[in-house]
């Protein structure tokens, strides 16, 4: 049996008081973040924290929520899309492990570093310039080895090659130069 129609206008939502609103599980983690802020600030003893946990795991409305939190210095947020409350704001957020991407997101590539593509790049440039960007590709090589064990970047397969490549055609340059002074 469906009930009566309230006078006025219909299409007029019934005001809601803002502590019967349903609480949503965002609302719910907040509201244990505060009492984890709590409780690890000494303010509420381990059986306390953990009664109110739980409580707040199983909270429907804010009125609820809020009733967790109302001797805290910090309580939950009181309505949707507010701001939030300061001890909220000046926390950063957690920072995500290495390689995690969040779903639907595309995949974040990091930076090359510029040393190891130069030194591969010289490397390679030898067969053009006779060997002459051997000892230049050498050292960057050395350089972009020891730039990616600080920095967060892409290249040490560049790098690799073009110490290898760097090494031999120095060497062969080095050998021709003897054999040239040598036979000269």
Known sequence: MMQPMPPGNPWQRPVVPQSAMRASQADRERTVDVLKAAFAE?????????????????????????????????????????????????????????????????????????????????????????????????????IAKNQLRTRDEEGDGMATAGIILGSLGTVLWAFFFLLAIRHG
């Open 42 to 142: 000494g303010r509420l003893s381990t059986d306390e924290y953990h009664d109110r946990t739980e409580r707040a795991q199983y909270a429907q409305t804010y009125g609820q929520l809020g009733l967790l939190v109302q001797d805290l210095p910090v309580g939950p947020m009181p309505t949707p899309m507010m701001a939030p409350p300061p001890a909220f704001a000046a926390m950063p957020p957690p920072a995500p492990p290495y390689g995690y991407v969040p779903p639907g997101w595309p995949p974040v590539r990091r930076r090359t570093n510029g040393a190891a593509t130069a030194s591969l790049l010289l490397g390679l440039a030898q067969l053009v310039s006779v060997g002459a960007t051997g000892l230049p590709a050498l050292i960057c090589g050395v």
